[in-house]
C-alpha cells in the first residue's frame, strides 16, 4: 500500500520553529518531487514548498521564503520541511503530496498522485 504520512505538528508561539516529515511506505521517493501544501479554515489549499527528485531543486511560495527550508534523505525515504520565525498566519493543516512528473506546474495540487493524511501546525500565544 502505497502511503505518505506527515508527523511533527504541534503547537507553537509566534517566532517559534517546528520540522515536520513526511515519511513514505510501499515506494520510493526517489522517483518523486514532493511538495507541501497547507490548507487553513476557510480557505483553499495552496503550495508551500517543493523539493524536485531530478536534481534537488528546491522552490518556496513567496510567503515562507527566508523561513522554511525543505529537505530530502532519500535513504530514510523521506523529506523534511523546517519551518523557523513562525507567524500566526502559517496555522494550517500541512500536508505532504508526491508527483512523479519531473517539471510540475508545483504549486498545482492536481499535479500530485499521493497525498498524507495531514498534520495541524497552531502559531499562537
Known amino acids: 500500500q502505497l502511503q505518505l504520512v506527515e508527523s511533527g505538528g504541534g503547537l507553537v508561539q509566534p517566532g517559534g520553529s517546528l520540522r515536520l516529515s513526511c515519511a513514505a511506505s510501499?515506494?520510493?521517493?526517489?522517483?518523486?518531487?514532493i511538495g507541501w501544501f497547507r490548507q487553513a479554515p476557510g480557505k483553499e489549499r495552496e503550495g508551500v514548498s517543493y523539493?524536485?527528485?531530478?536534481?534537488?531543486?528546491?522552490y518556496y511560495a513567496e510567503f515562507v521564503k527566508g523561513r522554511f527550508t525543505i529537505s530530502r534523505d532519500n535513504a530514510k525515504n523521506t523529506v523534511s520541511l523546517q519551518m523557523n520565525s513562525l507567524k500566526p498566519e502559517d496555522t494550517a493543516v500541512y500536508y505532504c503530496?508526491?508527483?512523479?512528473?519531473?517539471?510540475?506546474?508545483?504549486?498545482?495540487?492536481?499535479?500530485?498522485?499521493?497525498w498524507g493524511q495531514g498534520t495541524q501546525v497552531t502559531v499562537s500565544s
Open positions: 503530496a508526491a508527483t512523479p512528473n519531473n517539471q510540475p506546474l508545483w504549486f498545482n495540487s492536481y499535479e500530485y498522485d499521493y
Open positions: 510501499g515506494f520510493s521517493l526517489d522517483y518523486y518531487g
Open positions: 523539493i524536485s527528485s531530478s536534481d534537488g531543486s528546491t
